[in-house]
């Protein structure tokens, strides 16, 4: 059993630090640093790429408070409409930003008219850079215990105010370790293109087997079910999907480029 901790709020001086902002912020920059590192290696033209990842992020936090008004408060936020704007008072989908990343990286290389051979090479770098940033991101869920699961006797298992329950901000992060370094063996094989195929299955299965563990909606951090399966569960699917998709496209944009 893990001892109970809760950071929400860190005082420098006078200055309060929202913990969770600053691991996301925090884990943006990573991603960023990497994008440029990445492309620097692979001599490919950094600027364009790194205006596609910032594209990408204002997308990400677009599609992640849609995602959340639409698919998990619906109804409290017909009733607060004032409320849509308000993003710090929490509501931020992770799935949907996702959604909206995905959708700004395909708009922004359809009007830069990018080359196919760039296309993929974007795809990867991003997706490489995207799971370290998300890793560092997740910490800050798990600093301030946004995401507590169900009630468990599993060592794993935090001893919280409301009882002995998971953090799927953790489990997360631990289930993520394992593709970091498949990640780290693709890249010495040379093998970089398998990078966003594998992101998308790998990720799409591991959150749609977590989000069992996940706490009832009428618990303070759970998640409505629809049918039986959070709305991540959903869109984990379309995921994996997507990623076989993108696997099995390698061989033809190889030929293409």
Not at 47 to 64: E, F, N, Q, R
Not at 171 to 184: D, Q, R, S, T, Y
Request: with cysteine; charged share 15%.
């Amino acid at each position: 059993m893990i001892p109970w901790f809760q950071f929400t709020t860190v005082h420098i001086g006078p200055l309060p630090i929202q913990v969770w902002g600053f691991f996301v912020a925090m884990g943006m920059l990573v991603s960023m640093i990497l994008i440029r590192r990445e492309a620097t290696k692979r001599a490919v033209p950094v600027d364009p790429l790194l205006d596609v990842a910032l594209k990408m992020i204002i997308y990400g936090v677009i599609g992640a408070r849609l995602f959340h008004i639409f698919f998990y408060e619906p109804a409290f936020f017909i009733a607060h409409p004032a409320e849509i704007i308000a993003i710090w008072h929490g509501g931020l989908s992770s799935f949907g930003g996702l959604l909206g990343a995905m959708l700004a990286f395909f708009i922004a290389l359809k009007r830069k008219k990018i080359q196919t051979q760039f296309l993929t090479i974007y795809g990867n770098i991003i997706a490489y850079s995207a799971l370290f940033g998300w890793m560092v991101g997740r910490i800050g869920c798990l600093m301030i215990h946004d995401h507590l699961g169900k009630e468990s006797e599993c060592f794993l298992a935090f001893d919280s105010p409301q009882g002995k329950r998971l953090d799927l901000a953790l489990l997360e992060i631990l289930g993520l370790v394992p593709l970091a370094i498949a990640f780290f063996v693709l890249k010495k094989k040379k093998k970089e293109d398998l990078f966003a195929p594998l992101l998308f299955v790998y990720y799409g299965l591991l959150r749609f087997i977590l989000d069992f563990w996940r706490a009832e909606a009428s618990f303070a951090t759970g998640d409505v079910r629809y049918l039986g399966l959070t709305p991540a569960q959903y869109f984990a699917m379309v995921l994996v999907v997507f990623g076989v998709f993108l696997y099995k496209k390698r061989p033809l944009l190889k030929k293409v480029s």
